[in-house]
């Protein structure tokens, strides 16, 4: 989003974090309105493609296993117990037929993607805040956790990932 060329001016005001931050509120509040219904309406669900190595990712050990750097989860029409609080939300989904609870904080979100109206949001997880500003901004944290890994694209897995390039229009 900003021009990081050589010799570019410095943002102080963190221009780039507040964008990041202000975005992932409108996930958090997508979210948050999908979790009070008994199922999504219409056509609409939700691909989240999140950092599986964050801090505060919580999840099944095999899973992270499985799925090191990057895991899309799909929010369609089987999943329990979605709860979306300020700073992360929380599901159960079945994973080869076993219910698994995740935790996954918005700060480890790096895509999210609604096909039925084909919107979508990709999040820089590299996103700095300067040093002075708030490091919460409307209720989703600006700062980045220490040691995230580079992002690196998932292994194709059967019916539990799935790479949202084929959705992308070219």
């Known amino acids: 989003m900003l021009d990081r060329t050589p010799g570019s001016p410095t943002d102080h005001i963190g221009y780039n974090a507040l964008t990041q931050a202000a975005a992932r ?8 309105n999908a979790s009070k219904m008994d199922r999504l309406p219409g056509d609409h669900h939700f691909y989240v493609t999140f950092r599986t190595r ?6 099944a050990d095999h899973l992270k296993d499985r799925f090191p750097d990057e895991m899309t989860i799909v929010i369609q029409h089987q999943y329990w117990d979605f ?17 698994q609870h995740m ?3 918005f700060m480890a979100v790096s895509r999210f993607f609604d096909p039925s ?3 979508g949001m990709q999040f820089d997880t590299d996103a700095a805040v300067p ?3 708030p490091s919460v901004i409307g209720g989703v944290s600006a700062e980045t956790p220490a040691a995230a890994p580079p992002p ?3 292994e194709p897995a059967e019916g539990t ?8 229009r070219k």
């Not at 509120?25 to 948050?32: C, E, F, I, K, T």
């Not at 709860?83 to 219910?99: M, N, Q, R, T, W």
């Open 25 to 32: 509120g409108v996930v958090r509040a997508v979210l948050q």
């Open 54 to 59: 964050m801090q505060g990712v919580q999840m």
């Open 83 to 99: 709860e979306v609080a300020d700073d992360h939300f929380e599901i159960i989904l079945k994973f080869s037929g076993v219910p």
């Open 103 to 105: 935790r996954i904080p």
């Open 117 to 119: 109206v084909n919107f």
């Open 131 to 133: 040093e002075g500003l």
């Open 152 to 154: 690196v694209a998932p």
């Open 161 to 168: 990932v799935v790479s949202l390039d084929a959705f992308r």
